[in-house]
């Protein structure tokens, strides 16, 4: 037996982040970096109203417009559509405006500096209709009807006004657990739109290579969803549609479905043009243009016994999905699973709807749905046990999910599950007993009432249901030249660490130092689709490809006896180049293949809904100002099982940055509109917490590897978005004795129920009345 | 004609003199280092070093940096080798997509110039003017603690 080397432990070390040289030097290239010979800019003209259709367009002669490239939804050579899950969403308005900022015309010119004034010279009159900017205004019976689907979606489907999608969930019958309750328990739930504020704005450059087709490169997730709209777009195969991640800086899935419209919009100027066209949104653009966080309402009927158990329940979950259809079928799927928590529910069925209104379509952020679901679920668990008399720990403790249960969609648990652990060990860490006794204490004469709040969750990892199975992935790994392993997908870098991780796995598995192991730019004219990177599947779902494609790279190279078994890393290299001068070239792939049997029901909702779930219980602390109506968090507990944690440090930077943003949404982000248009587009009044603004985030690991990922890795990059939230609300109403049951919570929503005269009590000291939802709490019992 | 001190070296631009330092140092002088996140001083992504003070460059008008040492993230590294803050940086997690790093890198120099050994407060206010949206600050913190430590 050839002696076999101990493979270093990289993963779960913390190896240097793989472009992180670049980034700290500044030499990182983003779109907005790159300039090409010839390049012109481009600048998009948008409709001033939310709903109509255009009359006329002219432009006034103080513009020289001999010196612009002007295009409009005329010169679209293919399908005037940016093509998600279906196409009800134009490139460019061609009569009707659907909301405001709706894209018109698109203007180039050499010099940027003249498009501003170009765009806002252009006049366009309009006939302008009645639009509606709330879920309540979209499914009002005598509004108006602001969305027509696909006829062809319509052919297969019932389709309800304004109504983009609907899911039903049903597991039992809850009218039974309703019969047989002591407590029925309503409330409702409503949660803000929020925007992803990526530090860089969205920007594209295209090129329009005659014969070759169109060629576009800038900040993205999903090169291969951009290679799909520029398909219709262009009318082009795919092989003539070439798109390229430049270094992107941040996303959190502000960049999934976005790129696909500027790199449409840039392809166009550049090919009527005749140069590469950059479009770069500036902030203003940026936040009035394009997707953020579907706005919620949820409201829960739940069926409880008085010894604290949940018999059954229904939930109703809405989500204003904008003015076309985007991701938001998608976005509601999520959060209709994720509606029902870690908790048994013997009988349940959540109802589920996206909405249109005149609003910029909502798209993907960080969650996709399951923190607005999740929020709602948090808050009533709270409130359930205040009209039960329990703690919030104990109530949640007689209804967790455990190992072999089965979830809301009839999923097994085959998995390790401990939702009682994760609560005991995250309540002592932020040393919840003692400080909950020590406030009530102190919040009797203390103007600022301190309190905890917890929330209990999961999340699940991958695509939903048979998606995985869909898209397909695949991953290559070939030899570079100089005989090191290069790692070929469509899956991007954009801060969260793909490419560091991706390279820990490749390393691991093919017994290399990570420095060997180099990772492709994701340039769909040389990587293969490894799915788009969301759903917190690139380290659990794309990370086991690799893993096998290493293995199988290795085995290659063994096999052909230009590697001996037990290599060294000097034996690899030096065995990979005469290999590559033998062969010419080493590629080998791999392609996704179930783990375990994976059964799911698209029709019914029901089986196996994610194939691995982290598990998370978060506890916030805050303090109430009674004299500024300000609340703050002061301290903050994020522990969870997310299995093997591939590398400590950026993992816990994600779960840090995932619950700034959590803060963010739950007690400073507010998202203002005016008919329809975000009034508060700038950084300056759209609050994000800064580096005061934040408490200590301290983060806790249980790991339980998971055969379904990487070295036994879950997804871990959007469940810290869905717990702050309900845990910061739950800790305002411990710490104030108010329920509060809408985010974003600002200092004037505190001020106008703490001045609110005689009924400022509390949830817990009259628990059959609850003073904030619209829903009276019913006592059957 | 406009004459600057980047990174103690002099250039000579023909610009107008209200062009922004932001766009004057990324387009006419190429040090792409520099970013801009909101264009309106609120982020930081576009920080340089005015005569040792942390200013945003999206605010400045470029003649009002004639005659001012500009420092720039260009200019921290010594060469190949990265100055320690950087390296603090690498090894804590402290960049994450990279635009506002920066930016981040350039608060911190001017941090510790000012508190050699700071206290997490002072490093909470001395980088308050720079947002970062992807880590929650935490491993940013961790970053000038360790720089502060090697300094």
């Known amino acids: 037996m050839p002696e076999t080397i101990q493979p270093a432990q990289l993963v779960g070390s913390n190896p240097i982040r793989k472009e992180g040289r670049a980034k700290v030097l500044g030499q990182a290239r983003y779109v907005d970096d790159i300039t090409m010979p010839e390049m012109w800019y481009g600048a998009t003209v948008r409709s001033n109203i939310a709903r109509g259709r255009i009359l006329s367009i002219s432009f006034p002669p103080e513009i020289p417009w001999h010196e612009f490239t002007i295009v409009s939804a005329k010169d679209i050579p293919g399908e005037n559509t940016i093509v998600h899950l279906t196409k009800d969403h134009p490139c460019l308005a061609a009569e009707y405006i659907n909301h405001p900022d709706e894209p018109i015309l698109l203007l180039a010119h050499p010099d940027k500096r003249v498009l501003p004034a170009a765009v806002a010279a252009v006049k366009i009159e309009y006939e302008v209709y009645p639009a509606v900017f709330t879920i309540e205004e979209s499914e009002a019976e005598d509004g108006p009807q602001v969305w027509n689907p696909n006829p062809a979606d319509v052919a297969h489907h019932h389709h309800l006004k304004n109504t983009f999608k609907t899911y039903l969930l049903q597991n039992g019958d809850p009218d039974e657990a309703f019969a047989a309750a002591d407590f029925i328990i309503e409330g409702e739930y409503h949660t803000g739109a929020q925007e992803q504020l990526y530090i860089e704005n969205n920007g594209i450059i295209g090129e329009y290579l005659g014969d070759e087709g169109v060629k576009v490169q800038g900040s993205m997730q999903c090169p291969y969803y951009v290679v799909h709209a520029l398909e219709l777009v262009f009318d082009l195969p795919r092989e003539k549609c070439r798109v390229i991640q430049t270094e992107t800086g941040g996303a959190f899935g502000g960049k999934e479905d976005f790129p696909s419209v500027i790199a449409s919009h840039a392809a166009l100027l550049a090919m009527k043009c005749g140069h590469p066209v950059k479009i770069c949104y500036d902030r203003g653009e940026d936040m009035v243009g394009t997707t953020k966080r579907h706005p919620s309402r949820t409201r829960h009927r739940t069926a409880v016994s008085k010894d604290g158990r949940i018999l059954g329940g229904t939930i109703d979950f809405a989500i204003d999905g904008g003015a076309y259809a985007t991701l938001s079928p998608v976005v509601l799927s999520r959060g209709t699973i994720h509606a029902a928590g870690p908790y048994h529910w013997p009988h349940l069925i959540v109802r589920a709807k996206a909405m249109a209104t005149n609003i910029a379509p909502h798209g993907a952020f960080r969650g996709f749905g399951a923190p607005q679901s999740l929020f709602a679920l948090e808050r009533h668990m709270d409130k359930i046990a205040g009209v039960l008399g329990l703690t919030p720990e104990e109530f949640r403790r007689r209804n967790f999910l455990k190992t072999g249960d089965q979830t809301a969609t009839g999923q097994h648990l085959l998995e390790p599950v401990d939702m009682q652990a994760l609560l005991t060990r995250a309540l002592k860490e932020a040393d919840y007993h003692a400080k909950i006794a020590r406030y009530a204490e102190s919040n009797k004469t203390d103007p600022i009432k301190r309190g905890l709040g917890f929330a209990s969750f999961f999340h699940g990892s991958g695509f939903t249901g048979s998606g995985e199975r869909r898209l397909n992935s695949l991953v290559e790994i070939d030899l570079t030249p100089d005989g090191r392993p290069r790692v070929l997908m469509g899956s991007t870098e954009f801060g969260q660490g793909t490419n560091t991780v991706i390279s820990q796995v490749a390393a691991q598995a093919l017994n290399l130092p990570y420095e060997a192991i180099v990772i492709a730019q994701p340039d769909t004219g040389h990587v293969p689709d490894s799915g788009p990177t969301v759903a917190s599947r690139t380290t659990m779902v794309v990370g086991k490809l690799v893993e096998r494609a290493s293995r199988s790279l290795c085995l290659t190279l063994t096999n052909s006896g230009y590697v001996p078994r037990g290599y060294t890393p000097e034996e690899f290299q030096a065995g990979a180049i005469a290999y590559l001068a033998e062969h010419g070239e080493c590629k080998v792939s791999a392609r996704y293949e179930p783990v375990g049997e994976i059964f799911w029901d698209d029709e019914k909702y029901k089986g196996d809904a994610y194939p691995a779930y982290a598990w998370a219980v978060y506890v916030a602390e805050v303090a109430v100002d009674t004299r500024t109506y300000q609340a703050t968090v002061t301290d903050f507990h994020a522990l969870q099982e997310v299995g093997k944690v591939l590398h400590p440090i950026l993992a816990e930077g994600q779960i840090q940055g995932g619950v700034a943003q959590g803060i963010g949404y739950a007690i400073y982000e507010k998202c203002e509109y005016k008919n329809g248009r975000m009034m508060n587009n700038q950084m300056t009044n759209y609050i994000m917490p800064t580096s005061a603004d934040l408490p200590p985030i301290h983060v806790h690991f249980e790991e339980t590897p998971s055969v379904q990922g990487a070295f036994g890795a879950k997804g871990i990059g959007e469940l810290p978005m869905d717990g702050p939230a309900p845990a910061i609300l739950n800790a305002v109403l411990n710490a104030t004795g108010i329920a509060f049951n809408t985010i974003p919570l600002l200092p004037e929503d505190i001020f106008e129920r703490m001045t609110r005269t005689s009924d400022t009590g509390s949830e817990a000291l009259e628990p059959a009345v609850d003073r904030d939802t619209r829903v009276e709490a019913e006592v059957v019992a | ?151």
């Open chain 2, 1 to 151: 004609m406009i004459e600057l001190n980047i990174n103690g070296k002099p250039y000579t631009v023909d610009v107008p003199p209200m062009k922004r330092l932001l766009d004057v140092l990324r387009e006419d002088l190429h040090l792409t280092g520099v970013k801009e996140g909101c264009g309106e001083g609120e982020c930081g992504s576009c920080s340089v070093l005015f005569d040792g003070v942390l200013a945003n460059s999206c605010l400045i008008p470029v003649l009002q940096a004639e005659g001012v040492e500009i420092g720039t993230i260009e200019g921290v590294a010594i060469g190949e080798q990265l100055a320690p803050i950087q390296q603090c940086f690498l090894e804590e997690g402290g960049a994450q997509c990279g635009i506002c790093t920066p930016g981040m890198i350039l608060a911190t120099k001017h941090l510790l110039d000012k508190y050699p050994q700071p206290t997490l407060p002072q490093i909470q206010e001395g980088l308050a003017g720079n947002l970062c949206r992807c880590t929650g600050y935490s491993r940013i913190f961790a970053a000038v603690e360790a720089a502060a430590k090697l300094a």
